[in-house]
């Protein structure tokens, strides 16, 4: 069954900074999503990659895809306040149904 | 994107009451539909998966007679407690997705139901 490993759990980074998430499956997925989560919400769906090489920007965020690692990265540049909030990466099972395992999650506070 | 609507948003109810969750796919239908549960603090557990007129598949550790699914039709899937108890108390968020796996569908989700049992 596939596994999604994600770090780190915790980022408290300043405004202004960059960094990485990095998302690790361990077998085929056909697809890789990233979700942001604010506290009592539910899930927003932020990027879907579906292949090799996949690179997509919103704003302040990017996501990437090596299949061959098995590896998706979300790039934060330029942090600002507003984007503090969980982020989850997910996989998607094998099989017919569909469904996605997700990795446990990167808590994202950003500071002034 | 397709809309999943969840209701209700919260929640509260005495142990050992009943209570029910709907999952609605507005503008697409879902012959497939699931459930997770978030607790506090953690990531979201797959609990079964509905099926569009059979019988929902339970994650291992999911009580199928505690948390009743039914599936009746290709827009709507409910999830109900039986019997809550405090421990039941948590998120629940439903996901539908506008298509098979395969062929470039995704999966949506619900605006999430929390449940507090007291």
């Known amino acids: 069954e596939l596994k999604v490993e994600q770090n780190p759990l915790f980022l408290s980074m300043q405004e202004g900074k960059n960094y990485t998430i990095y998302c690790n499956y361990s077998?085929?997925?056909?697809?890789l999503y990233w979700y942001r989560q604010d506290p009592g919400k539910s899930l927003e769906s932020l990027f879907v990659l579906l292949s090799n090489g996949a690179v997509k920007q919103e704003g302040r965020l990017m996501a990437s895809l090596d299949t061959k690692a098995r590896l998706s990265t979300l790039h934060i540049t330029a942090a600002v306040h507003d984007l503090s909030a969980t982020y989850f990466c997910?996989?998607?099972?094998?099989?017919?149904?569909?469904?996605?395992?997700f990795g446990k999650g990167t808590k994202l506070s950003v500071k002034p | 994107g397709a809309v999943v609507s969840q209701h209700p948003s919260w929640v509260i109810c005495k142990s050992g009451t009943s209570v029910k969750i709907e999952c609605r796919s507005l503008?697409?239908?879902?012959?497939?539909m699931f459930w997770y549960r978030q607790f506090p603090k953690q990531s979201l557990m797959l609990m079964a998966t509905s099926n569009e007129g059979s019988k929902a598949t339970y994650e291992q550790g999911v009580e199928k007679d505690k948390f009743l699914i039914n599936h009746a039709s290709l827009t709507l899937s409910t999830l109900t407690v039986t019997s809550a108890h405090p421990e039941d108390s948590s998120f629940y968020i439903c996901?539908?997705?506008?298509?098979?796996?395969?062929?470039?569908?995704?999966?949506?989700f619900g605006q999430g139901t929390r449940l507090t049992v007291v």
């Open positions: 503008d697409f239908q879902a012959t497939t």
């Open positions: 997910a996989g998607e099972n094998g099989g017919s149904q569909g469904n996605l395992i």
């Open positions: 077998t085929t997925s056909d697809r």
């Open positions: 996901s539908a997705r506008d298509g098979p796996p395969t062929g470039g569908t995704e999966a949506f």
